[in-house]
């Protein structure tokens, strides 16, 4: 069987460069064709495919969400740092952009309440008449009896004092929500700064938050995100130039990297997907895995000369034969490892994992099969393209990693590895799923957004809302003084958690009116007898439709509890939910049930489930396709176990650490830590595959070790050098998650290449699996075969050194 599947390889690559023109002339009309598509990518967030539409929350969002407010509410705090908001100065400021606001696009207009607008009302009683009007609209006060008149309206409403003007006086807030299908973050960031910034200034600070001002500023940095990449790019050539010292080493990979991401952006384009800027980050990790492919063909084309290889084209061919079943391995790895994020029911991530597995499903072509095509044109090198030759501390590195698998440190490696799995395996559980700060995990915490969001939730209840809402079984029920007792119970169980800054329903309303109502006599601040008589106090109010829809829905049946977060993090979210459905548990309701929960918190909340179920599922199918991958290419179910081994490390590493410096399981890096399995497996797929081939040829596994770790280990340790130095450049970004992903990738790199090269060799040596040294007597491994050749160093890519013994078995002249 083996035979067979040789023979068949062997035939593939002889026919790919026998071929070579037409196999380059199609890649090349491919390209071209794809790069048209590529070219009309869109870069941009869409706010919809962030949302699992399944989801309950997400099914109560949507139902409720024109009436009692969506997840794009806009938050405007105007703040002075000297007297307090009642001057003219002020309110002008607050009354031009609430007339302005209309103007800008996607704007719910009936959704717009500051002190300027009709919404925020007053109730005045007398024996005479009832009397509900705006507190200041449609002008502001021109004398200071009106002034301190307007000032006694705000102290006196509980709807407006505390929700609407800070308790010290000194802020006002102006909200504004949107229309979901009509949310352009393009549009709408530029347009209301352009209004913050024009109110800014004579004392005044201004502060904005909300979800489309933080992916506008996501948005906002697309060019700079664009430049760090290129950056990125260039930086890595760079290295590669200095490591490889020849060109082939350098241009081939990027080359590699390059047409792998115009296929994967044509495809996209195809399909009608748009590029998040948010996972532009994977976008680089699967183009390190091309780069990472072609360094490997390179490196061993190298080994393939300096070994006596008498033709590129042999030399060529013959990488291609040895590395094409590891390198296959990885790529097939890595597309299972992506294409099972597609399960999450969130659309980004199902567009992230489509585009993702075509993506890396191209490195088959670009890496695989065209590295070595393009490397047999060329033409025996005859010397460096410069002076500078690290080989010598790359020499140490393999030297070191052949001495600890050949002596007893191999134990010390093998119980170390195990030991720091088990210690990151226990503290990765304290990994966060959701937000982990109280600012936007997206933005570092002295960006301007999250300072933004930090005075505001200083001065008010706070910016993002959560609500429950009350389904009655008929009409009129929300007036049942049963189900507004409920409702004030709630909001006061609720008050108990510190990140809830207030509530608000209808609740709030009707004792007020009642209040008032009877000569501002507090023993009247509670609700009506009869439903009937809550119905005319509500009406008393004078509310507009629009004013009123934010309480409640034109028959009475639907109402919404809202809560006001000081924070999103994941824990403030789940602690919310849950005591939700406690009280809800604990007190019934014969008139109808709560459904929840809308608004941001209640789509953050359907997020973080889904992101928690959805995690533990990715991990478990890419782990088990992983499995799958092994035993089949290796005939063996054990090969799976034994390469799950680099994959657990550097995932519980990598968690552990995410753990430590507060970074959360996001919408973000769900998909970077499914494609981590797969990057923590490739580099030993080709060091463990360079042992089992060498092993083929004789019986010394200390020989098959050194010779896999002189040719494959050398091309891992070129690329996680390369690769984890490069990374860390988007520690620059003025994008957070940007920087800790780059971090992250980081982290990967180094433990797979670490385990690669110290834990593999010695786990091999220790346990002996059968499905790497085959079925032999422990006697053969300790004594060299007499058919054994001499092994010295051998040379680089650059053959400035003369090479006497072959490193690897060259297929070309066996």
Not at 161 to 190: A, C, H, M, Q
Not at 336 to 359: D, E, F, N, S
Not at 606 to 619: F, P, R
Request: with cysteine.
């Amino acid at each position: 069987m083996k035979d067979l599947t040789y023979t068949k390889l062997q035939n593939f690559v002889e026919f790919c460069i026998r071929n070579r023109v037409a196999v380059a002339g199609v890649y090349l009309l491919l390209t071209l064709v794809l790069t048209l598509f590529a070219a009309r990518v869109h870069v941009k967030t869409v706010f919809e495919d962030l949302l699992p539409r399944s989801h309950p929350y997400v099914q109560v969002h949507e139902r409720f969400q024109e009436h009692f407010g969506g997840s794009n509410v806009i938050s405007i705090m105007l703040e002075v740092k000297q007297g307090d908001i009642f001057n003219q100065k002020v309110l002008e400021k607050v009354r031009k952009i609430t007339n302005e606001l209309p103007l800008v696009d996607g704007v719910n207009s009936t959704q717009i309440v500051s002190l300027a607008s009709n919404k925020l009302r007053e109730i005045r009683a007398s024996t005479d008449a009832i009397e509900a009007r705006p507190v200041m609209w449609p002008d502001i006060p021109k004398t200071q009896q009106e002034m301190q008149a307007l000032k006694s309206s705000v102290l006196n409403s509980p709807l407006i004092y505390g929700p609407y003007v800070s308790r010290d006086l000194k802020s006002t807030l102006i909200t504004v929500d949107f229309y979901e299908s009509l949310v352009d973050y393009n549009k709408i960031f530029p347009q209301i700064n352009k209004l913050a910034e024009a109110a800014q200034g004579e004392g005044v600070q201004v502060s904005v938050v909300g979800e489309p001002m933080l992916y506008g500023w996501v948005n906002y940095y697309v060019p700079e995100t664009l430049h760090i990449f290129l950056f990125t790019i260039g930086c890595l050539v760079a290295l590669l130039f200095l490591i490889a010292r020849t060109w082939r080493g350098t241009l081939l990979p990027l080359l590699a990297g390059l047409t792998s991401a115009i296929w994967a952006l044509g495809f996209a384009s195809l399909l009608g997907f748009n590029l998040d800027p948010l996972v532009i980050v994977i976008a680089f990790l699967i183009t390190a895995r091309s780069i990472s492919h072609s360094v490997q063909l390179v490196s061993r084309f190298g080994d393939e000369l300096a070994a006596g290889a008498e033709t590129t084209r042999a030399a060529a061919s013959s990488a291609m034969l040895q590395l094409f079943k590891p390198g296959m391995l990885g790529v097939i790895a890595d597309a299972g490892c992506m294409v099972v994020v597609v399960l999450t029911p969130i659309p980004l991530m199902q567009k992230v994992a489509v585009i993702g597995t075509i993506w890396v499903l191209t490195i088959a072509v670009s890496a695989c099969v065209m590295t070595p095509v393009l490397l047999s044109w060329l033409k025996k090198p005859k010397g460096c393209a410069h002076p500078f030759d690290v080989s010598p501390l790359l020499d140490r590195v393999l030297t070191l990693a052949i001495s600890v698998a050949a002596s007893r440190w191999r134990y010390v490696v093998v119980a170390g590895a195990a030991a720091v799995f088990v210690g990151s395996g226990l503290y990765a559980f304290r990994l966060q799923i959701g937000d982990a700060d109280a600012g936007s995990p997206i933005l570092w915490q002295d960006s301007r957004y999250n300072q933004d969001s930090a005075a505001v939730n200083r001065q008010f209840q706070g910016a993002d809302r959560m609500y429950a809402v009350f389904a009655g079984t008929k009409p009129d029920d929300v007036k049942e003084p049963a189900v507004l007792e409920n409702m004030v119970s709630m909001q006061r169980f609720m008050a108990a958690q510190p990140e809830i800054g207030g509530s608000l329903s209808i609740a709030d309303i009707i004792p007020s009116v009642n209040r008032i109502l009877r000569e501002d006599n507090p023993r009247y601040q509670e609700f009506g007898k009869t439903k009937n008589e809550n119905g005319e106090l509500f009406y008393m109010w004078g509310a507009d439709a629009g004013e009123s829809a934010q309480f409640v829905d034109a028959k009475f049946q639907h109402a919404p509890v809202t809560f006001y977060f000081k924070d999103h993090r994941g824990g403030s979210i789940r602690t919310a939910v849950q005591r939700l459905k406690e009280f809800i548990a604990d007190n019934p309701l014969k008139q109808g049930s709560y459904l929840l929960a809308g608004g941001v918190i209640g789509v953050t909340a359907a997020v973080n489930e889904v992101i928690l179920s959805g995690q533990i599922e990715s991990v478990a199918l890419a782990l088990l396709w992983l499995v799958i991958c092994c035993a089949v290419a290796y005939r063996s179910t054990r090969a799976g176990i034994f390469f799950m081994v680099p994959v657990m490390l550097s995932n519980t590493i990598t968690f552990s650490f995410m753990a430590w410096k507060g970074i959360g399981m996001t919408l973000s890096t769900l998909p970077v830590a499914a494609l981590g399995i797969g990057l923590g497996v490739d580099y030993a797929f080709y060091v463990v595959d360079g042992i089992r081939e060498e092993l083929h040829h004789h019986n010394d596994l200390k020989m098959a070790i050194q010779q896999s770790l002189r040719t494959a280990g050398k091309g891992v340790l070129i690329t996680s050098l390369t690769l984890t130095v490069s990374v860390v450049l988007w520690l620059q970004s003025s994008l957070r998650f940007q920087a800790e992903m780059g971090l992250l990738m980081a982290i990967w790199l180094f433990v797979s290449a670490f385990s690669a090269l110290f834990i593999m060799p010695a786990m091999v040596y220790v346990f002996r699996p059968e499905f790497i040294v085959g079925k032999r007597s422990e006697s053969k491994y300790s004594t060299p075969a007499k058919r054994h050749r001499k092994v010295e160093d051998p040379a680089w890519e650059c053959p400035t050194r003369a090479v006497s013994n072959k490193p690897g078995r060259s297929v070309a002249n066996d």
